[in-house]
T-cell receptor
Framework: EPEVTQTPSHQVTQMGQEVILRCVPI?????FYWYRQILGQKVEFLVS??????SEKSEIFDDQFSVERPDGSNFTLKIRSTKLEDSAMYFC???WGPGQEAEAFFGQGTRLTVV | KNEVEQSPQNLTAQEGEFITINCSYS?????LHWLQQHPGGGIVSLFM???GKKKHGRLIATINIQEKHSSLHITASHPRDSAVYIC???????????FGKGTRLSVIA
């Protein structure tokens, strides 16, 4: 069964460092998302990506964040200068259609720890 | 913005019990998602439903679009059902999902 894969599963980084979280969505999907979950809290939307551009972003997704789909298969989330409060589980998801129409498939997540 | 509320927050059941988890949302939608999050953190999609009822094994999801309410039922619960169950709805007509806080289910043998 096709699945969304994320790497790494766990990353520890120093405050102020840049991190890149990687995702390989399901191959025929068109909509891509990043969500995050701070420990003990609910999952929050960060950004959606469709047709090679950001289609929507939340207030969390500030100038420190960026997304790319560099080669048609990978979908990356970059945090330029990490802060302690960026520590969270980051989930990538993909779907063939928008949220009202299509089931979203999630990766296993990357646990980011900023120290 | 869609507000998604779940109840209960925590639920402990004996193996074999019938489980019900409720979800309500504030903005009319055409589809709602039920997801399962295991202790390791991974999220699995269980259902996407827009009307009536869907069944998958021992899991049943129902939705009432007019009342903005959905329920997830688990029949003959088993310890391996222990997880956090999350409902999520699209934010109005847009694509991203708004998540509920989740219901932590523990099924005891």
């Amino acid at each position: 069964e096709p699945e969304v894969t994320q790497t790494p599963s766990h990353q520890v980084t120093q405050m102020g460092q840049e991190v890149i979280l990687r995702c390989v969505p399901i191959s025929n999907h068109l909509y891509f998302y990043w969500y995050r979950q701070i420990l003990g809290q609910k999952v929050e939307f960060l950004v959606s990506f469709y047709n090679n551009e950001i289609s929507e972003k939340s207030e969390i997704f500030d100038d420190q964040f960026s997304v790319e789909r560099p080669d048609g298969s990978n979908f990356t989330l970059k945090i330029r200068s990490t802060k302690l409060e960026d520590s969270a589980m980051y989930f990538c998801a993909s779907s063939w259609g928008p949220g009202q129409e299509a089931e979203a498939f999630f990766g296993q997540g990357t646990r980011l720890t900023v120290v | 913005k869609n507000e998604v509320e779940q109840s209960p927050q925590n639920l402990t059941a004996q193996e074999g019990e019938f489980i019900t988890i409720n979800c309500s949302y504030s903005v009319g939608i055409s589809a709602l998602h039920w997801l399962q999050q295991h202790p390791g953190g991974g999220i699995v999609s269980l259902f996407m439903l827009s009307s009536g009822k869907k069944k998958h094994g021992r899991l049943i999801a129902t939705i009432n679009i007019q009342e903005k309410h959905s329920s997830l039922h688990i029949t003959a619960s088993h310890p391996r059902d222990s997880a956090v169950y999350i409902c999520a709805a699209p934010n109005s007509g847009n694509t991203p999902l708004v998540f509920g806080k989740g219901t932590r289910l523990s099924v005891i043998a």
